[in-house]
Each structure stands twice: as C-alpha cells, then as structure tokens.
C-alpha cells in the first residue's frame, strides 16, 4: 500500500509564495510520473504541474513563470514552489503519482489535498 500526503498550504496575501510538498510512503519500487492538480469550487480538477522519471517538466499555461515542480526520488518527495500567488489561484491541490510496486505494475495515487487561500 502506498500514500500520498500533502503539505504546505495555507492562507497568504497575494503576492506572496507557497511552497507544497508531496511525500510518498510504502511499498515503493520506482515513482513515474508525478504531478499536482488543482480544483476550485464550481470549477473542474486541472492540471497546474507535472514532471517525469527523467525530470521533464510541463505547466499550464495560467502558472507559467509563477509555479516550479521539482522532485527529490531520495526522499520519494515532489515540491510546487508557488510564487506571485493571484486570488485565482485558489484550490485545493491535490498530489498525483504513477508508482510500481514492482517492475512493470504500476498503480496510479492521488493525495487526499491539501488548501490554498490567496486573499487580495
């Protein structure tokens, strides 16, 4: 069994920075790819930030020049680094992760969240 937990968010003024981390815990063989989506209220989960195995990143376009995804695989930890938060951005974000047990089975995860408040 493996988990995912969030950490990190908060309420900030904006303009301000956040930085969210995203550890995973278990059973680990190799960790995919991993990402962080967000979901605000009547609005559809979207993906802000993913990176790959071999550390390729992709961002959407509404983050661009804001947010940095990074990962560290000692720690099976992957980090947002929000900077110049605007009041849209706003979510819950959620923690997701492509993980093999063993070679070639791999299960997909999602973290339970954790709350981004930027007030202006």
């Known amino acids: 069994q493996v988990q995912l937990v969030e950490s990190g968010g908060g309420l900030v003024q904006a303009g301000g920075s956040l930085n969210l981390s995203c550890a995973a815990s278990?059973?680990?063989?190799?960790?995919?790819?991993m990402g962080w989506y967000r979901q605000a209220p009547g609005k559809q989960r979207e993906l802000v930030a993913g990176i790959t195995s071999g550390g390729r990143t992709n961002y959407a376009d509404s983050v661009k020049g804001r947010f940095t995804i990074s990962r560290d695989n000692a720690k099976n930890t992957v980090y947002l680094q929000m900077d110049s938060l605007k009041p849209e951005d706003t979510a819950v974000y959620y923690c997701n992760s492509d993980i093999e047990h063993r070679r070639g089975y791999a299960w997909n995860y999602w973290g339970k969240g954790t709350l981004v408040t930027v007030s202006s």
């Open positions: 278990g059973s680990i063989f190799r960790i995919n790819d």
